[in-house]
């Protein structure tokens, strides 16, 4: 494995960090999770364009341009011969002192990982899977705004924690777990953006209910709208889950993937339904057909 920090390669071993970074100490920095498809990266613009917005937000200057960051990226799946993987791309405050203040953080470092990731077992991509309500609350936008995909993740894992407490031999597809805002509407799952699917139309929370801007959900409403499916983005409830048709999330790491249970109740008939089936089709010849080319083919 050959990983990136601040344009040098360094083997898994090699790969260090100061334990002076405030991304180390405070979890002060930003990143994304990127796929590569068949030998091309999957919408990197957009990624890294998210990267900027969030580091604009946290009043971190990335000490280099947009098109040398994705240059770096795609040299780096190069580097390590991938054609199918994942790829975190880190800006990290940089090393300072003890204190809270990133004054004292002059060079913020930029980290480049790319390898391999299988979030959910193959077989649940057709079964589905089973997600809880978690009692952690999402961030409050006024707080820490989820979307800002900051290092800083504990909001996140807080959640998952109890989604891996509830995990047991009886439950092995509760994989995932809703997080509510603090208002009580649905945000989205620790790691994924939720939709539902009612009488035909398709639903997904807005980004103002506190969410982060998923590329794969822009993606799936891009899909979905040219499949001439009506799309909603508007605050919804539990109650609205439960009652839905058909459930899915999405996410760089969980692609599509179904939900047939939430909270105990089966969505729908219990089974991935038509829109979901229809749309990850859609989704899997998307991810084939597009993305920067990292080979000469
Ligand atoms: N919400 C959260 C909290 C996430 O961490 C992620 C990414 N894993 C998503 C949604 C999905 O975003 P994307 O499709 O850009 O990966």
Redesign the pocket.
Known sequence: MRIYIDGQYYSKEDAKVSVFDHGFLYGDGVF??IRAYNGRVFRLK??VD?LYESAAAIHLSIPTSRPDLCRSVVETVRANEIRDGYIRLIVSRGPGDLGLDPRQCPTPSIIIIAGKIQLYPKECYDSGIEILTCATRRNRPDALN?AI?SLN?LN?ILAKIEVSTAHSEKKPRLLEGL?LNADGKVA??????IFYVTGGGLHTPPPSDG?????????VLELAREAGIPVVEQSCTQLDLYAAEECFL?????EMIPVVQIDDRPIGDGQPGPVTQQLRARFAALVAAEGVRVYAE
């Open positions: 994304e999770g957009q990624h998210r989820p995909k993740y996140n997080m989205e799952c620790t790691g994924d953006n969410i982060l801007r998923g590329v794969t959900r822009q993606a999405t996410g760089t790491g969980a």
